[in-house]
């Protein structure tokens, strides 16, 4: 004998109950459970477009050599905020409210935006700025007017993350890119001229200097190359008053641009061992102290 097949209408049944509940009523509008899930499900779904899209960009990048990492990044992340609007859209459609509630809405943010959130949606449109501009974008290394210097790592909505040469991230508001001063030292070739200066003895051969800065610049493997026009150079730039002050004249590659303080180390260095090679010697400050024996007062008969 067969027994009948048990009806899901009681598992069903509850499970509509309760998807049409009411969370929230008033005004002709109506939030249920259904709805408020429904809205969820489509900004998650917006949000793991986004990051699939992102994934696949970074991916394509990757493969293929020819392609500027940069604007693959300015894509990936037009696409993020284009994602996150459309699903912010959708969910609310979903949830039933009512656009001329909207108005209200604007008109209080237009209130918040006067008073706190003004910062945040100044960093906002200058994040938008910087993603639209040419002149900064992720991997160049920077130089704030605030001492700030490093690699930019990702420019976000409200922030920029940059990563000094001690592994330090530091989070930099976007308004102080777009209204402050920024020396970007890799926006064009990555090359950059440094001057490394030093000083030598009044007695030593000026020639002999020259040959062993030369010499140091060829020792350092950040110097760029040892011809052309930015072949490294000597300058006698003044006449202190103890010694002969020279300066060496070099380009780094793009190794070396980012990592300034290493540079002058290795320069300063070579510099050393050169002039002690050639027997130059590096003098210090001299003063000459003398001393005068006071004359005593003779007493007027």
């Known amino acids: 004998m067969d027994l009948p097949l048990a009806s899901p ?5 509850p499970m509509a109950q309760w998807l049409d509940s009411s969370l929230l009523r008033g005004g002709g509008f109506n939030l249920t459970v259904g709805s408020l899930a429904v809205a969820v499900l489509l900004f998650v ?5 986004s990051v699939l899209l992102r994934r696949l960009l970074r991916r394509y990048a990757r493969r293929y050599e020819s392609v500027n990492p940069s604007s693959v990044y300015v894509v990936g992340r037009l696409l993020h905020y284009l994602l996150l609007l459309i699903g912010t859209l959708l969910a609310l459609n979903a949830t039933g409210i009512p656009m001329a509630r909207f108005t209200v809405f604007a008109g209080a943010l ?9 910062a945040i949606f100044n960093n906002f449109v200058c994040g938008v700025v910087l993603l639209f501009d040419r002149s900064l974008k992720v991997g160049d290394f920077v130089d704030l007017a605030s001492g700030v210097h490093g690699r930019v790592r990702d420019i976000g909505i409200r922030a920029t993350r940059i990563t000094t040469n001690d592994d330090i991230d530091i989070v930099v508001p976007n308004s102080e890119f777009v209204n402050g001063r920024v020396v970007n030292w890799t926006v064009r070739e990555g090359f950059r001229r440094l001057k490394v200066p030093f000083h030598v003895a009044y007695a030593s051969d000026k020639e002999a200097v020259k040959q062993a800065a030369l010499e140091a610049s060829r020792a350092v493997d950040f110097t760029l190359t040892q011809e052309g026009d930015k072949a490294p150079q000597v300058r006698l730039v003044a006449f202190g008053e103890w010694a002969m002050e020279f300066e060496l004249v070099v380009w780094l590659n793009a190794d070396a641009t980012r990592r300034p303080g ?3 180390a290795a320069y300063n260095w070579a510099l050393h061992d050169a002039l002690l090679a050639r027997g ?7 003063r000459d102290v003398r001393l005068f024996q006071p004359v005593s007062d003779t007493a007027v008969p």
Do not use: E, K, N, Y
């Not at 779904?45 to 477009?49: A, K, N, R, S, Y």
């Not at 237009?110 to 959130?117: A, K, N, P, S, W």
């Open 9 to 13: 209408a009681w598992l069903v049944l």
């Open 280 to 286: 130059i010697r590096i003098p210090l400050p001299q």
């Open 262 to 264: 290493a540079a002058i």
């Open 110 to 118: 237009g209130v918040g935006l006067g008073f706190g959130l003004q």
């Open 45 to 49: 779904l917006c949000v793991l477009l």
